[in-house]
């Protein structure tokens, strides 16, 4: 496999990130249900390893949960915190 051909290792950050600034904008409400794996893959070119990672990596974070059966959530606590950070900085 040529260097060109190698997938990003940063891609899963990239996304982490896009998704974070979704919750911070509001955009990703509190208790709000997080576009599923399949989304994220078809909307931004991923393969679903790298979502995976990113959505771990929010996961850890603490900036989103999984309910079985019905996807990933934003957390209330911190979404309720990034728009107490957004209202103060307005």
Sequence with gaps: MTAAAQPDPRAYMRLAAFIRQQIAEGKLAQGGRL???AVLRREHGHSRQ???KAIR???REGLIYR???LGY???YVLAAQ???CRSRNS
């Design 82 to 84: 990034s728009w107490a």
């Design 67 to 69: 309910v079985p059966g």
């Design 35 to 37: 576009p599923s794996i």
């Design 50 to 52: 790298t979502v995976g």
């Design 57 to 59: 990596v929010l996961e």
């Design 73 to 75: 959530h934003v957390s």
